[in-house]
């Protein structure tokens, strides 16, 4: 343990105790997550050999969510802090380097499977963090993640989490085949997406689709479109004939509905989950879930 972990242990049992509160055993090791999507894959790793905080709530923004003091405090005294990085937690990344600071072994997922840049808007040349929309690249970092977790966390079995690490990299496998096929039965002249930030890149490279436009020319939610951008994205769907403008749940469609009206043309908008899990009870509680859900979407967008 570095020294400044070790002070912040000590002045945490300082104040149990102080307050009369004792310690009866060893405290569970603690895993936290900043985003729901990493934390449902590094639940899937651990199964309960672990406790896993997930900071992100459901049907969040990733780019703009924040945590509370109780959380951050999380952050810098756990055994290990999982975040998905290149930019994409802008409202914690300051606690992210808290904790490093703090001596807290920190992952940054995205920027180890081989991260994209993002090709136009605002963003264009910076790393794209959106890795999630390929399952290939989430194989990679289920691998990592379990090599980081036998690492960094005391008291797991490493066989056994490897063992589990390799069924669901399975699973995401079997995930990717299926995509595969589903996508390739699309005409390849309607494999065009046009949705509210860019969000999709991994997932037009995987799968042979092209991103012709978004509403907001950016990799965050936080920007806002210019009048030429709107312009711009009009032309677009109607030279493309884009049948739908793809929406992130978490984020209100009413832009994308005021531009297919002012481009007066018939475009619907179709709802998915692109950077946030459902609660347990929706439509992607899981991030297996979240891409049937939205490869059923898109298919159905792009067949309207």
Request: hydrophobic share 45%; charged share 20%; aromatic share 4%.
């Amino acid at each position: 343990m570095k020294a400044p972990r070790l002070l912040t242990a000590l002045a945490t049992a300082a104040v149990l105790l102080a307050g009369g509160i004792a310690c009866t055993g060893p405290q569970p090791t603690r895993i936290v997550v900043t985003t729901n999507i990493l934390g449902d894959v590094v639940r899937e790793i651990v199964g309960d050999q672990a406790q896993v905080s997930v900071l992100m709530k459901p049907n969040a923004d990733p780019h703009s969510f924040a945590v509370s003091a109780r959380e951050a405090h999380a952050m810098q005294t756990a055994d290990l802090l999982v975040y998905n990085g290149l930019g994409l937690e802008e409202g914690v990344l300051h606690h992210v380097e808290a904790a490093r600071s703090e001596g807290v072994p920190t992952v940054e997922v995205g920027a180890r499977v081989e991260p994209m840049d993002y090709r136009d808007g605002d963003a264009a040349g910076l790393p794209d963090p959106h890795f999630w929309t390929d399952p290939v690249r989430v194989v990679t970092a289920v691998r990592m993640l379990t090599e980081e977790i036998v690492t960094h966390v005391d008291g797991v079995d490493a066989d056994a989490l490897r063992r589990r690490a390799e069924s669901y990299a399975k699973q995401v496998g079997e995930l990717d085949a299926t995509v595969a096929a589903r996508f390739a039965g699309v005409p390849e002249q309607r494999r065009v997406l046009v949705t509210n930030h860019h969000v999709f890149g991994y997932l037009a490279a995987r799968y042979d689709l092209t991103v012709v436009g978004a509403i907001i020319p950016s990799g965050t939610t936080l920007a806002s479109p210019s009048a030429s951008d709107l312009a711009s994205l009009v032309t677009a769907i109607e030279t493309h004939r884009v049948p739908a403008i793809f929406a992130d749940t978490a984020q209100p469609a009413r832009l994308a509905e005021v531009l297919a009206s002012e481009a007066g043309i018939s475009v619907r908008v179709v709802g998915l989950y692109s950077e946030s899990l459902s609660d347990s009870d929706g439509d992607a509680p899981t991030y297996l879930d979240m891409m049937r859900f939205n490869v059923d979407a898109i298919i159905g967008g792009l067949s309207g």
